[in-house]
Protein backbone atom coordinates (compact mmCIF):
# COMPACT_ATOMS: atom_id res chain seq x y z
CA UNK A 1 0.00 0.00 0.00
CA UNK A 2 1.27 3.48 -1.02
CA UNK A 3 1.68 5.86 2.20
CA UNK A 4 2.61 8.68 0.55
CA UNK A 5 -1.38 9.81 0.26
CA UNK A 6 -1.93 9.63 4.10
CA UNK A 7 -2.43 13.16 4.50
CA UNK A 8 -4.57 13.82 1.41
CA UNK A 9 -8.10 13.59 1.31
CA UNK A 10 -10.28 12.58 -1.91
CA UNK A 11 -14.04 13.39 -2.67
CA UNK A 12 -16.13 10.97 -4.24
CA UNK A 13 -19.86 12.09 -5.70
CA UNK A 14 -21.85 9.28 -6.70
CA UNK A 15 -25.89 9.42 -6.22
CA UNK A 16 -25.68 5.66 -5.98
CA UNK A 17 -24.29 3.98 -2.87
CA UNK A 18 -23.18 0.68 -4.41
CA UNK A 19 -20.91 2.74 -6.75
CA UNK A 20 -19.30 5.04 -3.51
CA UNK A 21 -18.52 1.51 -1.56
CA UNK A 22 -16.74 0.26 -4.87
CA UNK A 23 -14.77 2.74 -5.28
CA UNK A 24 -13.83 3.69 -1.77
CA UNK A 25 -12.98 -0.28 -1.51
CA UNK A 26 -11.00 -0.23 -4.49
CA UNK A 27 -9.01 3.31 -3.83
CA UNK A 28 -8.47 1.72 0.10
CA UNK A 29 -7.25 -1.56 -1.06
CA UNK A 30 -3.96 0.64 -2.93
CA UNK A 31 -3.61 3.61 -1.17
CA UNK A 32 -3.59 5.29 2.23
CA UNK A 33 -5.70 8.15 1.31
CA UNK A 34 -8.32 9.79 3.33
CA UNK A 35 -11.79 9.46 1.68
CA UNK A 36 -15.22 11.48 1.13
CA UNK A 37 -18.01 10.06 -0.02
CA UNK A 38 -21.34 12.38 -1.04
CA UNK A 39 -24.33 11.04 -2.47
CA UNK A 40 -25.13 14.39 -4.03
CA UNK A 41 -23.43 17.52 -5.41
CA UNK A 42 -25.41 19.72 -3.51
CA UNK A 43 -24.06 18.30 -0.33
CA UNK A 44 -20.45 18.18 -1.43
CA UNK A 45 -20.93 22.10 -2.32
CA UNK A 46 -22.34 22.58 1.46
CA UNK A 47 -19.03 20.63 2.38
CA UNK A 48 -16.75 22.88 0.45
CA UNK A 49 -18.45 25.94 1.30
CA UNK A 50 -17.47 24.93 5.06
CA UNK A 51 -14.07 24.42 4.06
CA UNK A 52 -13.36 20.95 3.37
CA UNK A 53 -10.89 20.81 0.61
CA UNK A 54 -9.75 17.70 -0.77
CA UNK A 55 -7.18 16.96 -3.30
CA UNK A 56 -9.24 15.13 -5.77
CA UNK A 57 -12.49 14.78 -7.03
CA UNK A 58 -13.95 11.67 -8.33
CA UNK A 59 -17.48 12.92 -9.60
CA UNK A 60 -20.59 10.58 -11.42
CA UNK A 61 -21.60 12.61 -14.67
CA UNK A 62 -25.03 11.48 -14.27
CA UNK A 63 -26.77 12.31 -10.84
CA UNK A 64 -30.04 14.41 -10.21
CA UNK A 65 -30.42 18.21 -9.49
CA UNK A 66 -26.75 18.91 -9.84
CA UNK A 67 -24.71 17.08 -12.28
CA UNK A 68 -21.06 16.27 -12.95
CA UNK A 69 -20.52 18.70 -15.35
CA UNK A 70 -22.32 21.53 -13.14
CA UNK A 71 -20.54 20.68 -10.42
CA UNK A 72 -17.52 21.08 -11.56
CA UNK A 73 -18.41 24.54 -13.32
CA UNK A 74 -19.49 25.11 -9.81
CA UNK A 75 -15.85 24.58 -8.48
CA UNK A 76 -14.39 26.47 -11.06
CA UNK A 77 -16.95 29.74 -9.82
CA UNK A 78 -15.42 28.53 -6.27
CA UNK A 79 -12.21 29.13 -7.41
CA UNK A 80 -11.63 25.62 -6.00
CA UNK A 81 -8.82 23.22 -7.79
CA UNK A 82 -6.67 26.66 -8.97
Do not use: C, T
Amino acid sequence: MIEEFKNKAIAIIDDEQEILDVFKDMINSHININIYDFNSSLKAIESLQDGFQPNVFLVDIRMPKMNGLEFIAKLKKMNIGR
